[in-house]
């Protein structure tokens, strides 16, 4: 994975892709000065990190005289170090700027300081591998841009996690389904101490016709859920499938949802309250 470092043109959209890049599972840092990229990637060649994003813009033109050298010394260390550079048209930016009322880095009338920009951060454009021109873009767009360019647009997790809604729902979940309406196998006295793991729970969970409807319709709205989270240009959703206790119906449903949905990267982060031997 490469060492990505993000400049641009202020308003151009450097926020949303370092906030894509993060959600990828980069660690960020940014408004870093060049003569600190290799410090950078030494750092994080020392801590296991092999996602690392930096950005270099405006805000660092007290330093970007170090700019020549840095890159040469860190593009002889890292083989794979990408260059990132987001530009816009400049009534886009105005338009934009107006929208946020902020203040432009180099603070003087803010057509002159795009001019003055584009002059001070155009070493940095020069060396770039990718130039994005953002003009028409929304947020969106960028993001999915900014996954197809570093190819992380199939990096994405379906994490299933089951529990019990006497426990209390998990806070952390961005979809709770409830399949308290299935088949209890709580009141089969040889089912009550297994799980929903086991497949003679399973079966009695999944009975007859209408629990095979009900799960087909719940596994076909996590399919919708998920791949619009997805396309929204997230890497992760979570969904917590939950019954009375999280013993039998919520860790079976759970289960078999992970297989159904591998295409998504589903996989089961927890069976919280599932205690085999003991009692929804």
């Known amino acids: 994975m490469p060492f990505v470092i993000v400049s641009g043109l202020s308003g151009s959209?450097?926020?949303?892709?370092?906030?894509?890049?993060?959600?990828?599972?980069?660690?960020?840092t940014d408004n870093l000065p060049p003569e600190?990229?290799?410090?950078?990637?030494?750092?994080?060649?020392?801590?296991?990190?092999?996602?690392?994003?930096?950005?270099?813009?405006?805000?660092?033109?007290?330093?970007?005289?170090?700019?020549?050298?840095?890159?040469?010394?860190?593009?002889?260390?890292?083989?794979?170090?990408?260059?990132?550079?987001l530009e816009a048209a400049s009534e886009v930016l105005l338009r934009r700027y107006n929208l946020t009322r902020r203040e432009h880095p180099l603070g003087e009338t803010l057509m002159l300081d795009f001019a003055r920009e584009r002059?001070?951060?155009?070493?940095?454009?020069?060396?770039?591998?990718?130039?994005?021109?953002?003009?028409?873009?929304?947020?969106?767009?960028?993001?999915?841009?900014?996954?197809?360019?570093?190819?992380?647009?199939?990096?994405?997790t379906l994490r299933l996690l089951s529990f019990g809604f006497k426990h209390a729902p998990p806070r952390d979940a961005d979809l709770v389904i409830d399949v308290r309406s299935l088949p209890n196998p709580h009141y089969v006295p040889e089912l009550r101490p297994r799980t929903g793991l086991e497949r003679e729970v399973a079966q009695y969970v999944f009975q007859d016709a209408a629990s095979e409807a009900f799960y087909g319709e719940v596994r076909d709205f996590v399919r919708i859920a998920a791949e619009r989270a997805r396309a929204a240009g997230r890497h992760g959703y979570t969904v917590a499938v939950g019954c009375t206790g999280g013993q039998h119906r919520s860790v079976a449903v759970a289960a078999r949802l992970a297989g159904d949905l591998l295409d998504l990267g589903a996989q089961v982060a927890d069976h919280r309250d599932m205690r085999p031997g003991g009692e929804e």
């Open 13 to 28: 959209g450097k926020s949303t892709a370092l906030r894509t890049l993060e959600d990828a599972g980069f660690f960020i």
């Open 36 to 85: 600190l990229w290799g410090a950078m990637h030494d750092l994080a060649v020392a801590r296991g990190l092999e996602r690392v994003a930096v950005s270099t813009d405006a805000r660092t033109r007290f330093f970007l005289d170090a700019l020549e050298d840095s890159y040469v010394r860190l593009s002889r260390r890292r083989e794979d170090l990408r260059v990132l550079f």
């Open 119 to 156: 002059e001070l951060l155009s070493p940095l454009r020069a060396i770039a591998d990718t130039v994005i021109d953002t003009t028409g873009f929304t947020a969106a767009e960028l993001s999915a841009r900014v996954l197809r360019t570093f190819r992380l647009e199939q990096d994405f």
